[in-house]
């Protein structure tokens, strides 16, 4: 075959450099976007905040970095310390830590020092702030009463400042003092110990060397019978079982204490909690009365009170302490009712955030000194980061018009719902708001999605309004949120002892006039996290 030479001409649609910025920055959370601001603030010298008065750093950001640069540094040297004070039980003098260093005082439990209880006293003040029960030796300070509880309810104190603070009571050496904060640093945020002790014990590095793997494995063992007797009670378990059974074991000690006092039944019924816990967690989760009955030995009025003692129980102890702030949603869009008139939808007054809105605009001195030196060298590379910052503010813009479009069109065609609630929520897909606004249906996904609405019925996602229908008897249809709306209703009120099937709501909402199948009223239910009847059902 002779090679040849063709012409052939074709079409392509190539995205610009804006129009690919456009869509990433669209489909963006307000969270990315913070991100995105910030990091095109640092690399682009055209670009800067509203607000501004000059192009330099702010006062005092540079002496701020450098501290939390050393703040790090020192962070990363503390961890290094508790490393070779628990590899090396015999070299502890580097062992020192500060207050400066960790949030622990390692060296109270040295019996050369200042003793543990002694330290804890000092920290009186601290065991109130977070609720503890104060030491009968310590008494709290007139400062703390001083103290506004404005200011008391905004230092948020995790876990392990809490499992810090009560190891400042312990007498320890200085080893397990050390094994003792790593396991409280090696905790989730549920409270449990993912990681085995061997395997802990393997991160220190090589463990060739078995008399140094051995001291190790015990000091770490010492620490997590240390660490599972503090407050809350079931935390540093390595699964659910653990936590329960620690939970359990700790009623038993206070039942003791009571001495006589403690009624039999209560008695038998953590012992049979206790049975249980130990066997089969699926058993325990189906509530399968009949072979627990056989596996524990016990009967079945003993069984059924250690399965409500059970229900009572914290399967997640740091539950309490966790951070509820860095989970909370910042809405985009703020919808109130209103009566004002020439509302684009009437009745409501829809409005973006301005708190999640970037203010930014195009450095003047640059630009003009930039404008004022045409022709220089590197005026191309310049003039190009010129046009980006014009571009990334056009594009900021262009996203929140869009978002507010989206939300005014949602607003006024689920009108009802913000009326009446989720029973009143129509079905309504994506394509409807998409040839309303005239936007292909892809950019009315990416406007929906990580983007909330602050409703007065609650806060949710755009994409929330948005779900399939179901038919009616009337022709019509009904929104798969109002019926998944009206199934939590009817198990809200079923009886507690005979809870409702999946096959009885069915015929339920066939009795109203909505056509669902019994499959599908068993996939809204699981959506919504409701366990089956055979869960539901009382003890």
């Known amino acids: 075959m002779m090679p040849s030479l063709s012409l052939r001409v074709s079409q392509n649609l190539t995205l610009t450099p804006q129009l690919q910025q456009s869509i990433r920055l669209l489909q963006l959370s307000t969270q990315e976007l913070t991100q995105e601001v910030e990091q095109m603030l640092d690399e682009n010298p055209f670009?800067?905040?509203?607000g501004d008065d000059a192009p330099e750093s702010e006062p005092g950001k540079d002496a701020a970095e450098s501290a939390e640069s050393a703040e790090s540094t020192e962070a990363a040297d503390a961890s290094d310390k508790v490393a070779d004070a628990v590899t090396d039980p015999g070299n502890t003098s580097d062992f020192e830590p500060g207050a400066s260093d960790l949030p622990l005082d390692f060296g109270a439990g040295k019996e050369t020092g200042v003793d543990a209880e002694a330290a804890a006293g000092d920290s009186a003040s601290d065991w109130e702030e977070w609720g503890g029960e104060l030491p009968a030796r310590a008494s709290a300070t007139d400062d703390d009463d001083e103290t506004p509880m404005s200011d008391r309810r905004s230092e948020h104190l995790s876990l392990?400042?809490?499992?810090?603070?009560?190891?400042?009571?312990?007498?320890?050496?200085q080893e397990d003092r050390a094994a003792l904060y790593f396991l409280i640093e090696s905790l989730n945020d549920d409270g449990y110990l993912e990681e085995t002790l061997a395997e802990l014990a393997q991160s220190f590095g090589d463990a060739s060397d078995p008399e140094r793997y051995e001291a190790l494995l015990h000091h770490l063992t010492v620490a997590l019978r240390l660490l599972q007797s503090l407050e809350p009670i079931g935390v540093g378990a390595r699964n659910l079982s653990e936590c329960m059974q620690l939970q359990i074991k700790a009623q038993q000690r206070l039942l003791d204490e009571e001495g006589s006092e403690t009624p039999e039944a209560d008695a038998l019924a953590l012992e049979t909690a206790l049975l249980v816990c130990q066997e089969s967690l699926d058993l325990l989760a189906r509530r399968d009365v009949r072979k627990l009955m056989q596996l524990t030995g016990c009967n079945e009025a003993a069984v059924r009170s250690a399965l409500g003692l059970i229900a009572k129980l914290e399967p997640r102890p740091g539950r309490p302490y966790a951070d509820v702030d860095r989970n909370a949603i910042i809405p985009d869009v703020i919808v109130r009712a209103s009566n004002e008139r020439g509302l684009?939808?009437?009745g409501f007054s829809v409005q973006l955030n301005a708190e999640v809105m970037p203010r930014l605009r195009v450095q003047d001195v640059y630009a003009n000194a930039l404008r004022s030196h045409k022709g220089s060298?590197?005026?191309?590379?310049?003039q190009q980061r010129l046009q980006e910052a014009r571009w990334f503010i056009k594009n900021i813009q262009q996203r929140f018009d869009t978002i507010l479009r989206v939300s005014q069109a949602i607003v006024e065609r689920q009108r009802n719902f913000f009326v009446h609630g989720e029973l009143a929520m129509r079905p309504m897909v994506l394509r409807e708001i998409a040839d309303e606004l005239g936007l292909h249906e892809s950019t009315i996904s990416r406007v929906t999605t990580a983007k909330y609405m602050a409703t007065p019925q609650g806060t949710f996602e755009l994409k929330y309004f948005f779900g399939s229908g179901l038919g009616t008897e009337t022709g019509g249809s009904a929104s798969s949120t109002a019926v998944k709306a009206l199934i939590k209703q009817l198990l809200d009120e079923e009886s507690a002892k005979k809870p409702l099937s999946d096959a009885k709501i069915a015929d339920l909402l066939q009795a109203q006039g909505i056509e669902c199948a019994r499959r599908t009223v068993a996939k809204y239910r699981e959506a919504m996290r409701i366990p089956p009847a055979s869960l539901r059902k009382a003890l």
Do not use: F, K, T, Y
């Not at 670009?47 to 509203?50: A, Q, Y």
């Open 47 to 50: 670009l800067e905040r509203e």
């Open 160 to 173: 392990q400042d809490v499992l810090h603070r009560q190891a400042l009571s312990l007498r320890l050496c």
């Open 344 to 346: 684009p939808v009437p």
């Open 377 to 382: 060298e590197g005026h191309g590379a310049l």
